[in-house]
């Protein structure tokens, strides 16, 4: 009997249950611009582009889009994330530990976008609430023991000569999973942090019988790569043969 998947399973039914359902989208945004607003308001930014009045507008949303501009990255990057780097309180409170790579659509240098400590709380509250929407389904018990494959970019970070960590934010995401899911999280950061693709699929394939993954994300053109090593690595029929849960 899944005793460990039984409990997981019934704590995703009882907060699920517990958790109201909202469907006023449009407050919730609303309060959550505000949050943002408040939260940024003694920055730089906040003070050049005078949030606590856009606190005390009676439409915050509509004022928001009055007074901020839309620039492109370069604009942005040059005139506030750059200073980031080496100041705290420029377009979010203290200085960022992390910054994100992106290649974006163009240019040919990676974008760094900087990465606060409240959205990587983000990042782990939606994945808590994605796991909490299992509880619509009638899935058994033993799922909930299985382990999770995640294959994303490399998990592998540089220090920055300004004090901060940089790289993919998959991969700071990976550098920052939370204590109780390590057991279920595979590949693990050791073999996530493989940056060459090639080497990283290849130890996956190499520990996957020591596995037993029921379920997997990932970018799906990625997963059905690595699977198909996998299948053809082990000289199997099917990935069915080696994760029989999945």
Not at 95 to 106: E, I, M, Q, R, V
Not at 180 to 203: M, N, Q, T
Request: charged residues 20%; proline residues 6%.
């Amino acid at each position: 009997m899944a005793i460990l998947g039984s409990i997981v399973k019934s704590a995703i039914d009882i907060k699920h249950t517990l958790t109201p359902e909202r469907e006023d989208y449009q407050n919730i945004q609303i309060e959550q611009l505000r949050k943002l607003l408040s939260k940024a308001n003694a920055t730089a930014f906040g003070l050049y582009y005078q949030f606590e009045a856009l606190l005390r507008a009676d439409d915050p949303v509509k004022a928001f889009q009055k007074s901020i501009p839309i620039v492109d990255y370069d604009t942005l990057n040059s005139r506030w994330w750059r200073q980031q780097q080496i100041a705290p309180d420029i377009t979010w409170p203290g200085k960022p530990d992390y910054f994100a790579l992106s290649s974006g659509t163009t240019g040919k240098d990676s974008k760094r976008i900087p990465v606060s400590q409240e959205m990587l709380e983000s990042i782990r509250s939606v994945g808590i609430s994605q796991a909490e929407s299992l509880a619509k389904y009638d899935l058994p018990p033993g799922l909930f023991e299985k382990d999770i494959l995640m294959l994303g970019s490399s998990a592998q970070l540089q220090r920055h000569p300004n004090g901060h960590l940089e790289g993919e934010i998959s991969g700071i995401s990976t550098n920052n999973i939370p204590g109780w899911f390590s057991g279920f999280y595979k590949p693990g950061l050791e073999i996530a942090s493989i940056e060459d693709w090639d080497e990283r699929v290849l130890a996956i394939a190499r520990q996957a019988p020591d596995w037993d993954v029921g379920a997997i994300a990932g970018i799906p053109s990625w997963v059905q790569m690595m699977l198909k090593y996998i299948i053809e690595y082990h000289h199997l029929d099917n990935i069915h043969q080696i994760w029989p849960g999945l």
